[in-house]
């Protein structure tokens, strides 16, 4: 069974710096597209950045462009997104995303698995 677990969400001041990971176990993602959204109370769950597992194609959402990098570690199976220069409107649920093949793709309905989702929350 695949499992996706978060980890490394918290409060922090604006301006400030997040590195959250994202451990995949029940199957390797080599070869697959992994990704990162986010939700904030009362809207829809958007995108914020995803990669090609076996390369280093990226993709990322022009609110979060030059401020997040999202990155992977083959050998643990893992995916981070570390966050720099964070804003209040960045605050939100994030959740770690699996895909199905390896299309980078920027909707919900691209992406198979999904963990339970971390808090992130920025103070102004």
């Known amino acids: 069974q695949v499992q996706l677990v978060e980890s490394g969400g918290g409060l922090v001041q604006a301006g400030g710096s997040l590195r959250l990971s994202c451990a995949a176990s029940?199957?390797?993602?080599?070869?697959?597209?992994m990704g990162w959204f986010r939700q904030a109370p009362g809207k829809e769950r958007e995108f914020v950045a995803a990669?090609?597992?076996?390369?280093?194609?990226?993709k990322y959402a022009d609110s979060v462009k030059g401020r997040f990098t999202i990155s992977r570690d083959n050998a643990k199976n893992s995916m981070y997104l570390q966050m720099n220069s964070l804003k209040p409107e960045d605050t939100a649920v994030y959740y770690c995303a699996g895909g199905r093949g390896s299309f980078i793709g920027t909707g919900r309905g691209d992406y198979d698995y999904w963990g339970q989702g971390t808090q992130v929350t920025v103070s102004s």
């Open positions: 029940g199957r390797t993602f080599s070869g697959y597209a």
């Open positions: 990669l090609y597992w076996k390369g280093s194609i990226t």
